[in-house]
T-cell receptor, first 115, second 108 residues
Framework: DTGVSQDPRHKITKRGQNVTFRCDPI?????LYWYRQTLGQGPEFLTY????????KSRLLSDRFSAERPKGSFSTLEIQRTEQGDSAMYLC?????????????FGPGTRLTVL | GQQVMQIPQYQHVQEGEDFTTYCNSS?????IQWYKQRPGGHPVFLIQ?????EVKKQKRLTFQFGEAKKNSSLHITATQTTDVGTYFC????????FGKGTTLSVSS
């Protein structure tokens, strides 16, 4: 399978704990995005990488959130001191600068539940 | 920030009926993309529209971009149970700005 993969698929944690999610994009894609989706809503943009550079961050990304893409391949999203409001599906997507449509390919997501 | 509004939020149809979802913006859109998300799944790209008045077809799906580039629609002819899911429009800039989606259910 050469699609976007995410790990873990589900995470249950207690309030105040730190969590880290991983995203492996499609191998030739240089652009990587993180989104958050809650029930009944469309995905909300969190942050964007081109290669290893984090080029844009949403105001939704509080200082408890940090994302990295150290070698321009996989990316991690860490949430520190989780709160119940962080419960959501965290989606990763990738795209290629060379694609004619700039379509984004989404991974299956990591569902986070904060108790 | 830029928002795209979608209506209706939910639509239930009998199999074989047509379905349309609308996407509206108060400002001019540079482009519009449509995605489909099946229940329990992730968004999957369907199409991108860029030109004013553009119309594109994919089998039973017809996508339109308004003349003023402030609205778009997705029309499905003769729905099937496989069309079930949530359809999102999004403006593609650095990232995607999604609407809230229209959830389609189909009964056979």
């Amino acid at each position: 399978d050469t699609g976007v993969s995410q790990d873990p698929r589900h995470k249950i944690t207690k309030r105040g704990q730190n969590v880290t999610f991983r995203c492996d994009p499609i191998s030739e894609h240089n652009r990587l995005y993180w989104y958050r989706q809650t029930l009944g809503q469309g995905p909300e943009f969190l942050t964007y990488f081109q290669n290893e550079a984090q080029l844009e961050k949403s105001r939704l990304l509080s200082d408890r959130f940090s994302a990295e893409r150290p070698k321009g391949s996989f990316s991690t999203l860490e949430i520190q001191r989780t709160e119940q409001g962080d419960s959501a599906m965290y989606l990763c997507a990738s795209s290629s600068k060379r694609a004619s449509y700039n379509e984004q390919f989404f991974g299956p997501g990591t569902r986070l539940t904060v108790l | 920030g830029q928002q795209v509004m979608q209506i209706p939020q939910y639509q239930h149809v009998q199999e074989g009926e047509d379905f349309t979802t609308y996407c509206n913006s108060s400002t001019t859109l540079s482009n519009i993309q449509w995605y489909k998300q099946r229940p329990g799944g992730h968004p999957v790209f369907l199409i991108q529209l860029v030109k004013s008045g553009e119309v594109k077809k994919q089998k039973r799906l017809t996508f339109q971009f308004g003349e003023a580039k402030k609205n778009s629609s997705l029309h499905i002819t003769a729905t099937q149970t496989t069309d079930v899911g949530t359809y999102f429009c999004a403006e593609a800039g650095t990232a995607l700005i999604f609407g809230k989606g229209t959830t389609l259910s189909v009964s056979s």
